[in-house]
């Protein structure tokens, strides 16, 4: 039995036919038509005015606080339910992180979020916002209380690239966006980052500190410090090849959600994380929670059909790495963390191997 993973790498065929370009023209480092050609097939998708290929998601969010000026002791919100790697930068930059618990889409909480405004002492200066697992937040109330409140926002769009909302690209919405190309995403370049933005001063900004902040001279100058954050022409090739096959990705995505979703549908402790009105998920992981059965004898049932599975993210106000930070919350993600389960959600598989992680379930769940 072939092992049926969350969501593996799937090439489109045309990558090794790009690398083999790069090899021939010798651009394997540092830069190369290829990053071009990256960063522009991310801007006509996305509809992004600007972008830049960067060696992870995480390099792009910890270049967009530091073009926004954010630093020590900034307060910056976050989505509670997310990756680490949606936070970590704050931390980087000695900024104060502050979680904001998730309402009923499983996103954050606009709620909460206008409630940490009006209590919080200081200001924050952003709001770092996770479309969890490929489903978009409440972008129009969320955006509204950013722009009242002079909030700078960053979406983590890690998990949601090729997702909109009301026909426009998440990660478009605030001041900054990032996408990752990291092995597990919807789409991989092995490992990867895009930063984009509509204001061209921070992406070029951005872009000098990815690459050392080297001053104008044909001397080493430097008069800040930087970072080594680029992504290299190799990998480039390959996401130019991925972006290719983006809308097959997201397609064959949903398919599977619908396929557990209609095979699913009898078992009534079972729910499936929304899709909030006038959206479009990438449905990048099938995600669930149970009402009576504990997800981890479910973890064991399906490691028997070899398939994999995961609780979902642990809230990082649960994380012993942020006992000391402020949070706003009421037990939403906590309750979701505790009840819920990541199916195998990979678009290379067909539907009918799937189905063993469907009779595994139902097994359990009788
Ligand atoms: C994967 C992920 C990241 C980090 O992306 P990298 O490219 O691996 O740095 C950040 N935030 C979320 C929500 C993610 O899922």
Redesign the pocket.
């Known amino acids: 039995m072939k092992r049926l993973f969350l969501s593996p790498p799937h090439m489109s065929g045309k990558e090794q036919e790009y690398i083999a370009e790069v090899f021939e023209s010798n651009y394997i480092a540092p830069l190369g038509a290829f990053v071009n050609r990256f960063e522009e097939s991310i801007k006509s998708y996305t509809g992004a005015s600007n972008a830049l290929a960067l060696s ?6 910890h270049l967009a606080l530091r073009v926004l000026g954010i630093g020590k002791d900034d307060l910056v919100l976050a989505s509670s339910f ?2 680490i ?2 936070v970590n930068a704050i931390l980087y930059q000695g900024a104060l992180p502050i979680f904001i618990d998730s309402d009923e889409s499983w996103n954050l909480s606009p709620k909460l979020l206008k409630e940490s405004i009006a209590k919080l002492d200081k200001k924050p200066k952003a709001l770092i916002l ?1 479309h ?1 697992y490929g489903q978009v937040a409440k972008l129009d109330e969320i955006v509204a209380i950013c722009k009242e409140h002079n909030i700078y926002l960053i979406e ?1 769009s ?2 949601s690239l090729g997702a909109s909302y009301n026909g426009k690209q998440s990660g478009t919405f605030g001041d900054l966006g ?1 996408y ?3 092995g ?2 919807i789409l991989t370049t092995s ?3 895009m930063l984009v933005s509509d204001n061209s001063e921070w992406i070029e900004k951005a872009k000098f500190l990815s690459t050392q902040a080297k001053e104008p001279f044909l001397h080493y100058e430097h008069k800040e410090y930087g970072y080594n954050y680029r992504m290299s022409n190799v990998l480039s090739a390959i996401g130019v090849a991925q972006m290719e096959v983006l809308d097959d990705r997201v397609n064959r995505k949903r398919a599977i959600f619908e396929f557990y979703q209609e095979q699913l549908k009898e078992i009534e402790e079972i729910s499936f994380m929304p899709e909030i009105e006038g959206s479009r998920g990438n449905r990048w992981l099938s995600t669930i929670t149970f009402n009576k059965t504990d997800p981890l004898t479910v973890v064991e049932a399906l490691e028997e059909v070899n398939a994999e599975s995961r609780p979902l993210w642990k809230p990082m106000h649960l994380q012993a790495l942020f006992k000391n930070s402020l949070s706003f919350v009421d037990g939403t993600s906590e309750e979701l963390f505790n009840r819920g389960l990541c199916l195998p959600s990979p678009t290379s598989s067909s539907l009918e191997e799937l189905g063993r992680v469907v009779e595994a379930i139902k097994k359990v769940c009788q």
């Open positions: 992870s998601a995480t390099a792009g969010l997310t990756f790697g949606s996770t969890l983590d890690a998990e990032v990752s190309f990291n597990n995403k490992g990867g980052g």
